[in-house]
Antibody, heavy 115, light 112 residues
Framework: EVQLVESGGGLVQPGRSLRLSCAAS????????MHWVRQAPGKGLEWVSG????????GYADSVKGRFTISRDNAKNSLYLQMNSLRAEDTALYYC????????WGKGTTVTVSS | QSALTQPASVSGSPGQSITISCTGT?????????VSWYQQHPGKAPKLMIY???KRPSGVSNRFSGSKSGNTASLTISGLQAEDEADYYC????????????FGGGTKLTVL
C-alpha cells in the first residue's frame, strides 16, 4: 500500500525554525517528484514546494522562497522541509504529496507559529 | 504567480450535472496540459480526481470528467450524488524555467 506519513509539526515561536519529514512506503520513492502543500485553518490549498526525483529541479512558492528548503533522501525514502524564520502566516496543516500530479497525500502535520 | 480563479461555490440537485471552472493565464493553464483536480471532504486529505486535464485515476468514477479551453480548465460532475458534496481544487503546473505549481482558491460544491 502506498503511504505517506508526515511528522515534525508543532508549536513554534515566530522567527524560529522547524523541520518537517515525510516517510514514504509502498512505492519506488526515487522514481517520483514530491511536493509539500499546506492548508491554513479554514482556507484553501497552497503549494509550498516541489522537488524532482533526483533533486535536480526544485521550486518554491513566493511566500516561502528564501525561508524554506526542500530536500529528499532517496536512500531513506524520505522528504524534508526545513522551515526557517517562521511567521504567523505559516500556521497550517502541511501535507506531502506524491508524484507530479499529487496522486497520493499524507494525513498532514500541523504547524502553529505563535508566541 | 497568482492563484487560479474558481467560483467560491456551486450547487446542484442529485442526478444533475455541474461544471466548475478554473481560470488561469497563458503562463499556467494555457501553456501546459498539466491541470489536476482534487476533492476534499471536511477533515480529510485531498484526493486526486483528474490529472493531465482529462485523465481519471483508477478508482475514480467516470461521472467525473475534465477539459480545457485556452486558459480555462473545467471539471464536470454528472449524475450528482450526495457524497460528491465537498471542496474541489484545481491545480496547474506553472513553471517555465523552474519547478512551480499553483492551486485555485477552491469551490464548495453543495448537493441540494
Amino acid at each position: 500500500e502506498v503511504q505517506l506519513v508526515e511528522s515534525g509539526g508543532g508549536l513554534v515561536q515566530p522567527g524560529r525554525s522547524l523541520r518537517l519529514s515525510c516517510a514514504a512506503s509502498g512505492f519506488t520513492f526515487d522514481d517520483y517528484a514530491m511536493h509539500w502543500v499546506r492548508q491554513a485553518p479554514g482556507k484553501g490549498l497552497e503549494w509550498v514546494s516541489g522537488i524532482s526525483w533526483n533533486s535536480g529541479s526544485i521550486g518554491y512558492a513566493d511566500s516561502v522562497k528564501g525561508r524554506f528548503t526542500i530536500s529528499r533522501d532517496n536512500a531513506k525514502n524520505s522528504l524534508y522541509l526545513q522551515m526557517n524564520s517562521l511567521r504567523a502566516e505559516d500556521t497550517a496543516l502541511y501535507y506531502c504529496a506524491l508524484g507530479p500530479a499529487m496522486d497520493v497525500w499524507g494525513k498532514g502535520t500541523t504547524v502553529t507559529v505563535s508566541s | 504567480q497568482s492563484a487560479l480563479t474558481q467560483p467560491a461555490s456551486v450547487s446542484g440537485s442529485p442526478g444533475q450535472s455541474i461544471t466548475i471552472s478554473c481560470t488561469g493565464t497563458s503562463s499556467d493553464v494555457g501553456s501546459y496540459n498539466l491541470v489536476s483536480w482534487y476533492q476534499q471532504h471536511p477533515g480529510k486529505a485531498p484526493k486526486l480526481m483528474i490529472y493531465e486535464v482529462s485523465k481519471r485515476p483508477s478508482g475514480v468514477s467516470n461521472r467525473f470528467s475534465g477539459s480545457k479551453s485556452g486558459n480555462t480548465a473545467s471539471l464536470t460532475i454528472s449524475g450528482l450524488q450526495a457524497e460528491d458534496e465537498a471542496d474541489y481544487y484545481c491545480c496547474s503546473y506553472a513553471g517555465s524555467s523552474t519547478f512551480y505549481v499553483v492551486f485555485g482558491g477552491g469551490t464548495k460544491l453543495t448537493v441540494l
